[in-house]
């Protein structure tokens, strides 16, 4: 998810900051707007050098490093944003830290930093959607519903809240509310291939293979170069007894990516199912190689 720029302390900055490091600031706000995360970390660093109190340039380099995935980089940049402000920190700092923390699998310190951002502001329908994912990721169903609902009434436009609702739903097996909530979403938000891909995924769930193959193939007409899109519209493909299709989608999952585990393994399974021994015990041969541990029930069957 892509962070938002965030001017936190505009009139510091202006009061404190020499012109070249201002001027450098600004063109890395520039390249952040363009999506140029690498240039704009280089121009945020140069800034800092000239002046190492610019809280904004590290809050904001914090934000194109997530951009990056270089969640630790992040982190550090957040940490200092927060060591360095005095008065008037902004709750988004705690929600893009909590964000950071979730992409690091560190679940209680994210959930400490999204309560702290709704401490800050109780109508942050953002940070209630990121406990509410915090929740579910923890295994608390219970408190992830109540934090997704109560962001959805603050703002029914926001469709980060559906979809965690959705996920919600997903996880305790009601696939007709996941469908509901995932729809919501790809209303508010259309052309999101995660939420094409979970919404697939529910009809899946619910053997409405049709359905799935349709929203998969939306998914794979947006993200034509992702692997996992094609194995998964393979699957719902064999299970809707069109197994030859389901190979065509495995084998281009696999020319995308020779070292995609699953689609070996999932093309073994239709495969075998279609009396072909030898290219089944391939792929599962194939599939243990790369990893895939569920390859070894089958090979049995191959020796």
């Not at 979730?102 to 959930?111: H, I, P, Q, R, V």
């Not at 094409?196 to 349709?214: Q, T, V």
């Not at 939306?218 to 030859?244: E, F, N």
Request: aromatic fraction near 12%.
């Amino acid at each position: 998810m892509k962070k938002n720029i965030f001017p936190i302390f505009l009139l510091a900055i202006v009061a404190s900051c020499t012109s070249k490091s201002d001027e450098l600031y600004q063109q890395a706000i520039t390249k952040l707007n363009a999506h140029d995360y690498e240039g704009a970390v280089a121009k945020f660093d140069s800034s800092i050098l000239l002046n190492d109190k610019n809280i904004d340039a590290y809050f904001n380099r914090g934000n194109a490093k997530y951009d990056l995935d270089d969640f630790e980089g992040s982190l550090a940049d957040y940490n200092k944003t927060i060591l360095l402000s005095t008065a008037n920190l902004q709750p988004i700092v705690y929600l893009n830290r909590g964000d950071v923390y979730w992409e690091l699998s560190k679940f209680d310190e994210a959930l400490k930093d999204y309560t702290k951002a709704i401490d800050m502001k109780t109508d942050y329908d953002s940070a209630l959607v990121g406990r509410a994912k915090t929740f579910l990721a923890m295994g608390d169903f219970v408190n992830a519903q109540a934090d997704a609902e109560k962001a959805i009434v603050i703002n029914p436009n926001n469709p980060s809240s559906h979809y965690v609702l959705g996920d919600v739903a997903f996880d305790l097996k009601d696939y007709k509310k996941a469908i509901d909530e995932f729809s919501k979403a790809i209303t508010l938000k259309p052309g999101d291939v995660v939420y094409l891909m979970d919404r697939g995924d529910s009809y899946y769930a619910m053997e409405n293979f049709d359905k799935a193959i349709e929203d998969y193939s939306t998914a794979i007409g947006l993200q034509p170069q992702a692997p996992k899109l094609y194995v998964l519209r393979g699957d719902a493909l064999d299970d809707s007894g069109k197994p030859a299709e389901a190979i065509q989608d495995y084998n281009k999952a696999i020319e995308l990516d020779p070292e995609y585990a699953s689609g070996y393994y999932n093309r073994g399974i239709t495969r075998r199912k279609m009396g072909d021994k030898k290219g089944a015990c391939e792929d599962f041969n194939k599939a243990r190689d790369l990893g895939d541990e569920r390859s070894g029930e089958y090979l049995k069957e191959c020796k």
